[in-house]
């Protein structure tokens, strides 16, 4: 511990707090009359008193923030608010929902027309049609099931809409080697567009659904083979490589929709079939104008992270714009812009909290700000260091902002179990800060309880659920929220999937427990292989529950769940390769870019 000696009070110095690589000792005046220095007399100190120590921080040595405010303010406005342009989307609207009424006697081009729309993000524009066709498809579903193509598609749509379907149809079609054939299919990518279907439906599993994990292994292996083939079309090459890439839990809507938008405007001949060209239009029209929309609030939310002094926080990592990203490609619906704030604040928040806990902060200033949080009080944190008075205020300013946007869609004060979901999180970081501090290193059991609220989802969903267009009254919230099991899953997914890709990271920074080492602490003489296969196969099940409770019909508001489940969907989309959370790599930088600052060309 590194000792400084200050000067003796009554020279009215006070030290100033050190940037957070450097250990120089900087002197500010405080507003006080000087001494003449020819009155200064050297005191006779006692020694004991005259050392101050300076703790020695560690820091993540954290990449900075690669979206200035700047350059997001000079953002230049978008043409496609023009009154005009809204009318050509009406047109196009009223002309897709004909098209509906065109196939509704025949369950195949049904089927195709709810996926396309789906794919492109345009489907909130047709939840009335959508209802109407599955109701169809679903009072006819037995006589459709003699196509692997669209039988694994019909399976796919209904159980994400929630109808009740069985994956058992799907073992008409596997051989006894474990393969699945298309024998309906003409062409060899016809053939390929059924396992890839297949590979779609394999992952909307639930637990025990045995043909399902042998779905998914044999489409995986397959459509990995069929990458190289040369006969392959480049455009259902780039829809293969997308689907296996992101699969289902990585993948975001209006991610998914850019890249539709792209790969369906590359293939003529998809544009010439029947209808498909005014999806297109709709699609690109409608991308760019929702474009428009999200690139004004993130004006506004950037403009909050500066005020609010979070940008000050040099040992911190700033991933605010990403966080804003994640919030807009989960949702694009123009009335849920507090939905979107606070997301992307809370995860913002929820980040700066987590450096400071797990890097940044002294044991003693932790068990002051924990405190500080607890006691929800802003005229009593004086006490704290100035890094820690920003960051609190920040997280009781936007608590108290988004409870009252709550308040306007639920009609009651939500604030004491938003105030517990921080106390929680605030708590669950101090004992990982305790551990830490002490070198004691849990059983994976305690390691998993604790994480499953120090992953901060429950903290960070909870409000933002609350401001979407859906009452949760006091019997339904708990279904949703803690204590459900729904809840519960949801937290346990991410710290499963986060000690998995970045338990490296975190030891290179001197965190020491995660799944993997806590894993070993129980199992001694087991390997890091042995600890990240168990992890992952862990993970696996619960991500199967994790569908259960999400699909099941429990009198929980759809919007909420899915918006709820598309949350931690965005969280694990930052952990697909690596700590996304931690390296705003390459692919996130490209996210950013294509889904908040670059239209799609007309």
């Known amino acids: 511990m590194a000792l400084i000696s200050i000067f003796p009070p009554n020279l009215g110095f006070c030290l100033k707090p050190h940037p957070p690589q450097s250990h120089n000792l900087q002197l500010c005046s405080k507003a006080v009359p000087l001494i003449p220095r020819k009155k200064l007399i050297k005191p006779i100190v006692n020694q004991a008193l005259s050392k101050v120590e300076i703790p020695l921080r560690r820091t993540g040595k ?10 997001i303010q000079s953002l230049p406005k978008h043409p496609y608010e023009a009154p005009l342009y809204a009318e050509h989307c009406g047109s196009l609207i009223s002309e897709i929902k004909d098209m509906f009424s065109a196939s509704a006697e025949n369950i195949s081009p049904l089927l195709v027309l709810v996926d396309n729309i789906e794919r492109l993000g345009i489907d909130r524009h ?9 109701d169809f498809i679903y009072r006819h579903w037995g006589e459709c099931q003699r196509d692997l193509n669209i039988t694994a598609l019909g399976f796919r749509i209904l159980r994400l809409h929630r109808y009740p379907v069985s994956p058992g149809m799907l073992g008409a079609f596997r051989t006894a080697n474990g393969q699945f054939l298309c024998s309906t299919a003409q062409t060899e990518e016809d053939k390929i567009k059924g396992i890839l279907n297949l590979f779609r439906a394999s992952h909307i599993a639930f637990r025990g659904e045995k043909i399902l994990d042998e779905a998914k292994e044999f489409s995986t292996t397959y459509l990995n083979q069929a990458m190289e083939k040369s006969e392959i079309s480049s455009n259902l090459l780039q829809e293969i490589s997308f689907n296996l890439e992101y699969g289902w839990y990585s993948n975001l809507p209006r991610l998914e929709a850019k890249k539709y938008i792209q790969i369906y405007g590359e293939n003529e001949s998809w544009a010439r079939m029947a209808g498909n060209e005014k999806l297109l239009i709709l699609a690109k029209m409608d991308f760019n104008a929702i474009q428009s929309l999200h690139q004004q609030e993130l004006k506004t939310y950037s403009r909050w992270w500066r005020e609010s002094g979070l940008s000050k926080l040099e040992f911190a990592r700033h991933r605010h714009v990403e966080y804003f990203f994640m919030a807009c490609a989960i949702c694009e619906d123009e009335r849920y812009s507090a939905f979107r704030y606070g997301v992307a604040k809370f995860s913002t928040i929820a980040t700066y909290l987590d450096d400071t806990y797990d890097t940044y902060g002294t044991l003693d200033e932790l068990k002051l700000l ?5 006691k929800w009080d802003p005229t009593s944190i004086d006490h704290l260091p100035e890094y820690m008075k920003v960051l609190y205020m920040a997280l009781y300013e936007t608590v108290n902002e988004m409870d009252r946007e709550a308040e306007k869609i639920q009609g009651r004060d939500t604030l004491i179990p938003s105030k517990d979901a921080w106390e929680g999180y605030a708590d669950a970081m101090m004992q990982e800060a305790e551990w830490l501090a002490t070198s004691h290193i849990p059983t994976l059991e305690e390691h998993i309880e604790n994480g499953t609220v120090s992953s901060g989802t429950r903290a960070t969903t909870f409000q933002p659920v609350l401001t979407i267009d859906e009452i949760l009254s006091d019997n339904i919230l708990p279904k949703i ?13 991410l710290r499963l999937r986060g000690d998995i890709k970045s338990f490296k990271g975190e030891i290179a920074r001197g965190e020491t427990n995660s799944s ?28 199967k529950e994790l569908n259960w409770e999400y699909l099941k019909n429990d009198g929980v508001p759809t ?19 690596r700590d996304g959370f931690s390296i705003s790599n390459k692919d996130i930088q490209n996210h950013v870019t294509q889904i908040l600052i670059e239209p799609i060309n007309m």
């Not at 900075?64 to 700047?70: A, E, I, K, T, V």
């Not at 047709?126 to 599955?134: H, S």
């Not at 924990?370 to 607890?374: D, G, L, N, P």
């Open 516 to 543: 993997v080492a806590c894993y070993m602490r129980d199992n001694p003489g087991s390997t890091e292989e042995d600890a990240l296969d168990y992890i992952k196969n862990l993970l696996d099940e619960r991500l």
């Open 559 to 577: 919007c909420s769940k899915d918006y709820a489940y598309d949350i931690t969907r965005g969280y694990l989309h930052f952990y697909k390769e």
């Open 370 to 374: 924990t405190k500080a949080i607890k």
């Open 62 to 71: 954290h990449h900075p923030n690669l979206w200035g405010d700047d350059f």
């Open 481 to 493: 929220d803690y204590p459900s099991r729904f809840m519960d899953i949801l937290c346990v997914s």
């Open 126 to 134: 047709f939840q009335k049609e959508i209802k109407e066709a599955l």
